[in-house]
Protein backbone atom coordinates (compact mmCIF):
# COMPACT_ATOMS: atom_id res chain seq x y z
CA UNK A 1 0.00 0.00 0.00
CA UNK A 2 1.11 3.54 -0.73
CA UNK A 3 1.39 6.17 1.81
CA UNK A 4 -0.31 8.90 2.41
CA UNK A 5 1.22 12.20 0.36
CA UNK A 6 -0.88 14.36 2.51
CA UNK A 7 -0.28 13.37 6.19
CA UNK A 8 2.76 11.15 5.31
CA UNK A 9 1.76 8.44 7.96
CA UNK A 10 -1.65 6.93 7.59
CA UNK A 11 -1.97 4.08 4.19
CA UNK A 12 -4.32 4.73 1.16
CA UNK A 13 -6.88 1.48 0.92
CA UNK A 14 -8.95 1.03 -2.05
CA UNK A 15 -12.65 1.87 -1.36
CA UNK A 16 -16.26 2.92 -2.34
CA UNK A 17 -17.19 6.44 -1.41
CA UNK A 18 -19.59 8.58 -2.81
CA UNK A 19 -18.58 11.41 -5.03
CA UNK A 20 -20.09 15.27 -5.44
CA UNK A 21 -20.19 17.50 -8.29
CA UNK A 22 -22.06 20.49 -9.72
CA UNK A 23 -23.43 19.99 -12.73
CA UNK A 24 -25.76 22.71 -14.42
CA UNK A 25 -27.98 23.45 -11.35
CA UNK A 26 -28.15 20.70 -9.26
CA UNK A 27 -25.72 18.51 -7.03
CA UNK A 28 -24.92 15.14 -8.81
CA UNK A 29 -24.61 12.43 -6.05
CA UNK A 30 -22.89 9.49 -6.82
CA UNK A 31 -23.14 6.58 -4.21
CA UNK A 32 -20.09 3.60 -4.37
CA UNK A 33 -16.94 5.51 -7.09
CA UNK A 34 -14.15 3.91 -6.54
CA UNK A 35 -11.86 5.64 -5.06
CA UNK A 36 -8.29 5.43 -2.91
CA UNK A 37 -8.50 6.54 1.10
CA UNK A 38 -6.05 7.32 3.68
CA UNK A 39 -6.85 5.49 6.39
CA UNK A 40 -5.62 8.89 8.97
CA UNK A 41 -6.45 11.53 7.48
CA UNK A 42 -9.28 10.53 5.08
CA UNK A 43 -7.47 12.13 2.49
CA UNK A 44 -8.77 11.04 -1.23
CA UNK A 45 -8.90 10.29 -4.58
CA UNK A 46 -10.80 9.61 -6.92
CA UNK A 47 -10.34 6.45 -9.72
CA UNK A 48 -9.64 8.67 -12.32
CA UNK A 49 -11.17 6.36 -15.40
CA UNK A 50 -14.46 5.85 -13.14
CA UNK A 51 -14.64 9.78 -13.53
CA UNK A 52 -13.68 9.94 -17.10
CA UNK A 53 -17.14 7.28 -17.36
CA UNK A 54 -18.90 9.22 -14.96
CA UNK A 55 -18.55 12.92 -17.10
CA UNK A 56 -19.02 11.13 -20.57
CA UNK A 57 -22.59 10.23 -19.34
CA UNK A 58 -23.54 13.91 -18.12
CA UNK A 59 -21.76 15.37 -21.30
CA UNK A 60 -23.57 13.42 -23.48
CA UNK A 61 -27.08 14.42 -21.59
CA UNK A 62 -29.01 17.46 -23.41
CA UNK A 63 -28.04 20.65 -21.43
CA UNK A 64 -30.63 21.34 -19.08
CA UNK A 65 -32.39 18.08 -18.69
CA UNK A 66 -33.80 16.57 -15.55
CA UNK A 67 -34.96 13.16 -14.80
CA UNK A 68 -37.41 12.54 -12.10
CA UNK A 69 -38.40 9.31 -10.88
CA UNK A 70 -41.88 8.32 -10.74
CA UNK A 71 -43.52 7.89 -7.62
CA UNK A 72 -45.58 4.60 -6.82
CA UNK A 73 -48.63 4.81 -5.19
Do not use: F
Given at each position: ???????????M???????????????????R?????????????????????????????????????????
Amino acid sequence: MNVCTSCHIGRMQKRNIVYLQWHDNGLLIANRMPAVVCDTCGEHMYDHVAVEHLQRLLWSLPPNTTKTAARSK
